[in-house]
């Protein structure tokens, strides 16, 4: 059964696949420092951290007090965490296994 976005369109789409195009984490750099502000770019990475720590069960006063990130937001992730289209959980389990494929390849 596909997904069904509540934000899909030809633009969006497009911006996935070009998303989906990049290879290295250069690549990643210069694409997103030329489509998104500096800002934008480290609100993107907080909610991912705030995320993380939220499924590490770390408590809302650690994740403020480490990351800057308000208690509405971190609020509104963790409802996203629970209730959402389950993007973070897909992602942090990816991250997951690749910081232990990592850690468990001999150098």
């Given amino acids: 059964?596909?997904?069904?976005?509540?934000?899909?369109?030809e633009q969006v789409d497009e911006l996935f696949r070009a998303v989906l195009s990049l290879k290295t984490e250069e690549e990643c750099y210069r694409f997103f420092e030329d489509l998104c502000t500096f800002k934008e770019i480290q609100s993107l990475a907080q909610r991912l951290q705030v995320a993380r720590m939220l499924k590490d069960e770390k408590t809302y006063g650690e994740i403020e007090a480490e990351t800057g990130a308000s208690t509405a937001t971190i609020?509104?992730?963790?409802?996203?965490?629970?209730?959402?289209s389950q993007g973070y959980n897909?992602?942090?389990?990816?991250?997951?296994?690749?910081?232990?494929?990592?850690?468990?390849?001999?150098?």
């Fill in 1 to 9: 059964m596909a997904y069904d976005s509540k934000v899909r369109s």
């Fill in 75 to 84: 609020s509104r992730i963790n409802k996203f965490l629970q209730y959402g």
């Fill in 90 to 107: 897909l992602i942090l389990d990816r991250l997951t296994e690749q910081e232990e494929q990592e850690t468990n390849t001999p150098e």
